[in-house]
């Protein structure tokens, strides 16, 4: 398996696929030793070797190592040229080489253009960042004791599939000389480190997504399709609209992927039997729209919209202003929060809202409770069961079923390390830096215990994310986007047709997903009406 993926991250070109990728390229004669990429580069090329060769280089550990030597007619560059991120990894020219250059802009064209090329080269680019990320490499380092500032930048860089290494200052005991070489006291994490420079002390969200490129600025005037959300239905709509020629643009308040994004194995997602992670299916849906030519801008929060001249402007909290034909919201939903006392004081310090690799490292040996009757839920459970040694699943009602897939339900009944626990809710949650105990109660006796956990994980009720919204823009009294007949009959809809399916109160607004009223809440059902929307998106930009 490992020797299949190698040829794959590395194909050597024939002489027509070096033909076709010259009539796009500049040539460039390279000295030994000349670089020719550096690692954080913002600014950086496709390149094909026609003599000589270039060797690839990664610093993430402070040291050198070599991650590929391309030589005649091999090509450089991986998932960052498509994504617009800076670039990971360093290329040095060795001995006298010639080289072709392609712009990213170009690399895309071409993998529109050219299909089965651009098969090939998107394969390579996937299979090349999954090979660097199961080496050594380190990425980006994390220098932080357990904390809330140090989980939640460890949280942002995995939620936007940065790789990065986190080292627990409490633990390592070479941190102190690590962190006195960069010139850095305890005082100063959590600090962000990328080989032997420290960028960023407790950065925040923001500075953070721009040192790493993941924020970008939206920068046509008039976009076709705006898409507010990254979720399933967002994501589903971005790729549909650009691949069909729609100016499309997806911000997000926090990192594409949505709920579904932070789910650990969904197996009930058509075409993978075997299933997928929720961020795995985001990330490959993600570098699937930005290579039709979607602009992603995350994080980027919507204060407001408003309307001018049949455009709807998506003004963000930052001041920046992007006008669009058609908008569609995608914002989803956010689980509801318990109502329990201190469980403020213990977010990101033991009260967490998905079941990551993230999460994971903070409660691997502890037993942990799982708050949730649905299949985030029951993913969650399972999960995690298989890396602690007890879950406790909390459910308000009596019903396993209720809300969740057999397939889960059945598992969770048969595991030996899950205890079910109905009737139940947390009353009290207990510990001094950070979470060592909670109190359960039983609803129906009132009877309660103590359980020991440093985790509490919580899937509960579903808050819709619509505060951002114009009057215009009809809900019901939760919060949930009307749509279709529910607003034939508003005051702000205009008589002379009836709404789309999907269309909201104001024309040309459409809504899709977990945050319109009535849908069903499931990856595949967003991700249809998500498709669903475009199709009524060219019908009203046609009549128009």
Same mark, same amino acid.
């Given at each position: ?29 390279? %000295? ?9 580069? %913002? ?24 991650? +590929? ?52 080269? $998107? ?5 090349? %960042? ?16 357990? @904390? ?64 790493? /490129?993941?924020?970008? *600025? ?157 299949? @985030? ?15 406790? $699943? ?84 939760? /919060? ?8 034939? @009959?508003? *005051? ?6 009836? *709404?789309?399916?999907?269309?909201? @109160?104001?024309? /040309? ?33 046609? +009549?128009?």
């Amino acid at each position: 398996m490992a020797d299949l993926q190698q040829k794959v991250a590395f194909p050597t070109l024939d002489d027509l696929q070096v033909a076709t990728l010259a009539k796009f390229g500049t040539r460039r004669v390279l %000295r030994d030793g000349e670089l020719l990429i550096k690692a954080g580069d %913002r600014e950086y090329k496709f390149f094909v070797v026609e003599r000589g060769a270039v060797e690839i280089v990664e610093h993430s550990s402070g040291d050198t190592k070599r991650v +590929a030597l391309h030589e005649r007619h091999a090509f450089g560059g991986d998932v960052s040229l498509v994504t617009g991120r800076p670039a990971l990894i360093s290329a040095i020219a060795r001995g006298d080489t010639e080289i072709f250059e392609i712009s990213s802009a170009d690399i895309r064209r071409i993998m529109g253009e050219r299909p089965a090329l651009g098969d090939l080269l $998107l394969r390579a680019f996937i299979a090349r %960042r999954e090979l660097l990320v199961a080496s050594d490499f380190q990425g980006l380092r994390v220098l932080g004791a357990p @904390s809330r500032d140090t989980f939640r930048i460890r949280d942002f860089l995995a939620k936007n599939q940065v790789p990065f290494t986190w080292i627990d200052t409490t633990h390592d005991p070479q941190v102190g000389a690590l962190l006195k070489g960069f010139g850095l006291t305890e005082a100063d994490t959590p600090v962000v480190v990328f080989g032997s420079e420290p960028l960023l002390k407790n950065p925040s969200t923001r500075a953070l997504a721009d040192l790493i /490129g993941v924020r970008r *600025p939206l920068s046509q005037r008039v976009y076709d399709l705006v898409i507010v959300g990254g979720g399933p239905a967002g994501l589903a709509a971005a790729v549909y609209g650009s691949s069909e020629g729609l100016a499309t643009a997806v911000i997000d308040a926090a990192a594409p992927g949505g709920q579904a994004g932070t789910s650990s194995k969904i197996e009930n997602y058509l075409g993978f039997p075997t299933g997928i992670s929720g961020g795995e299916l985001a990330n490959r849906a993600i570098l699937q729209a930005q290579k039709f030519g979607t602009q992603f801008s995350s994080p980027s929060r919507v204060a407001r919209v408003e309307f001018e001249n049949e455009h709807a402007v998506v003004w963000l909290d930052d001041g920046e202003r992007v006008s669009t034909r058609c908008l569609l919201i995608a914002t989803g939903a956010e689980y509801r929060k318990l109502d329990v006392p201190q469980r403020e004081q213990f977010e990101g310090l033991g009260v967490y809202y998905a079941a990551t690799p993230t999460e994971l490292q903070l409660c691997r040996g502890s037993e942990v409770v799982v708050v949730g009757g649905g299949n @985030s839920a029951g993913q969650a459970v399972m999960y995690l069961s298989e890396q602690t040694p007890r879950v406790y $699943l909390l459910l308000r009602g009596g019903g396993l079923r209720k809300h969740m897939s057999s397939y889960l339900a059945d598992r969770i009944e048969s595991a030996d390390n899950i205890e079910v626990l109905s009737e139940a809710e947390i009353c009290r949650m207990l510990g001094d830096q950070r979470l060592e105990a909670v109190e359960i109660k039983n609803s129906r006796t009132g009877e309660t215990h103590t359980v020991q956990t440093s985790a509490v994980f919580t899937f509960i009720g579903a808050i819709p994310c619509t505060e951002w919204l114009p009057a215009q823009i009809e809900t019901d009294p939760k /919060g949930f986007v009307k749509t279709g007949r529910l607003v034939s @009959s508003s *005051p702000h809809w205009p008589a002379d047709r009836e *709404p789309f399916y999907l269309e909201t @109160s104001r024309p /040309g607004i459409f809504a899709a997903g977990d945050v319109r009223l009535g849908s069903t809440k499931r990856v595949a059902s967003a991700v249809g009406e998500g498709a669903m929307a475009v199709q009524f998106i060219h019908e009203y930009l046609g +009549a128009r």
